[in-house]
C-alpha cells in the first residue's frame, strides 16, 4: 500500500508592519484630494452667485439642501430627543448658521484663499490650546506670524473681512467643543444631522428676504444650490470612504492643506492673485496645521472638524467644510 503524505503548504510571507502600507492608499489619497477640491469648488461656486444673490441668500439655500442630503442621509430622530439634547442640537445650529454665513461674508470680501486660510485658525486654536508641546507652543506662534502677515496694512486690506473669517473660525473652535458633547449624548450622527435641518429653518426668513429683494435668476439658483451639493454631499462620501483606507493621523496632515486648495481655486476660478507674502502666510498656517494633526490624540482620534454638515468623527468641515 502506498502511503500519501501531504504537503504542508507554503505560508505566504508577511509583510514587515514598518514598510507595510494600507491598502488603497492611492485610492485614499485621490479620495481626499477629490474633498478638498469639492469643498473648494463649492465655495468659489458660491462666490459666482454672490453679485445676485449676496452672501446670505447663498447661504440660505446652501443650508437648505445640505439640509434635504443630511435629513435624507442620516434621518434624525428628533422624537426621540431629551432637552439636555435638544440644547446641544440648537447650539450647534446657531453654529452653523454662524459660521457660513461669516465665512462666505469674508469670501465677498477678502477672496475665498485668505477667508479660508484664517477660517483654519478656529480648529488649531482648539488643538493647541489643550497641549503643551513644545511644538505646538512653535506652531502657535508660527500661525500667529502668518495671521500679522495677512493683516498687514495695504490700501486693499479689509478689516471687516478679516473680522468676518476670524469669527468663522472661532465659531469653527466652538463647533468642535459642542460637538465633542453632542457626541457624548447622541449616536452617531443624529447631533449635526439634526443642527443642520434646524439651521435650515433659521435661514427660512432670511431666504425669503434674499429671493424678494434681489432679481433672482435660475443660473444663480443653480450655483447657490450646486455649492450645496459641493460642499456637503460630495466631501461628506469622499471622507467617508477615504478614512476606510488612510490612517486617521495621515487624514488630518492632508486635509490640513485646504487652505492652498482655497487659494488655488480663487486664483482658477474667481481671478484672486495673491502676492508672494500672502502665499508664504498661507503655507506657514497649512505647515502648523499639520504639525498640530499629526501628533497622537488620545483614542486615536482626529481632532478636526468631526461631524461638519460644508466636513460625523470626520468622516466629515468643512463648516464652507459644513452644513
Request: hydrophobic share 55%.
Amino acid at each position: 500500500m502506498t502511503t500519501v503524505t501531504s504537503q504542508p503548504r507554503p505560508v505566504p510571507a508577511t509583510a514587515d508592519p514598518a514598510t507595510a502600507r494600507p491598502p488603497g492608499r492611492l485610492a485614499g489619497v485621490v479620495l481626499m484630494t477629490g474633498s478638498a477640491a469639492s469643498t473648494q469648488l463649492g465655495a468659489a461656486t458660491a462666490a459666482l452667485a454672490f453679485p445676485v444673490l449676496g452672501p446670505a441668500g447663498v447661504v440660505a439655500i446652501r443650508q437648505w439642501v445640505a439640509a434635504a442630503v443630511l435629513g435624507t442621509a442620516i434621518r434624525p430622530r428628533f422624537a426621540s430627543f431629551t432637552w439636555p439634547q435638544w440644547r446641544l442640537v440648537l447650539a450647534l445650529a446657531v453654529v452653523f448658521a454662524t459660521m457660513n454665513l461669516s465665512l462666505y461674508a469674508a469670501i465677498d470680501t477678502i477672496g475665498l484663499g485668505l477667508a479660508v486660510t484664517l477660517e483654519f485658525l478656529g480648529p488649531l486654536s482648539v488643538a493647541l490650546a489643550a497641549s503643551r508641546r513644545g511644538t505646538d507652543l512653535g506652531s502657535a506662534l508660527v500661525a500667529a506670524a502668518a495671521v500679522v502677515v495677512l493683516a498687514r496694512p495695504r490700501p486693499a486690506t479689509s478689516y471687516a473681512g478679516i473680522a468676518l473669517a476670524l469669527l468663522a473660525a472661532a465659531c469653527w473652535a466652538g463647533y468642535i467643543l459642542v460637538n465633542r458633547a453632542a457626541g457624548a449624548r447622541l449616536p452617531g450622527s443624529q447631533a449635526p444631522a439634526a443642527a443642520a435641518c434646524l439651521s435650515a429653518l433659521l435661514y427660512v426668513p432670511v431666504g425669503i428676504w434674499a429671493l424678494a429683494s434681489h432679481p433672482v435668476t435660475a443660473t444663480a439658483l443653480g450655483r447657490a444650490a450646486t455649492a450645496g451639493v459641493l460642499c456637503s454631499a460630495v466631501p461628506m462620501t469622499a471622507d467617508l470612504l477615504a478614512l476606510r483606507r488612510v490612517p486617521a493621523r495621515f487624514f488630518g496632515v492632508f486635509m490640513s492643506a485646504n487652505p492652498v486648495f482655497a487659494a488655488l481655486t480663487g486664483l482658477v476660478v474667481l481671478g484672486q492673485s495673491l502676492p508672494t507674502a500672502d502665499w508664504l502666510a498661507i503655507a506657514a498656517i497649512v505647515a502648523a496645521n499639520a504639525v498640530s494633526a499629526s501628533r497622537p490624540q488620545p483614542g486615536g482620534r482626529y481632532r478636526g472638524r468631526s461631524s461638519v454638515p460644508h466636513r460625523s468623527a470626520r468622516p466629515w468641515p468643512r463648516p464652507g467644510r459644513r452644513g
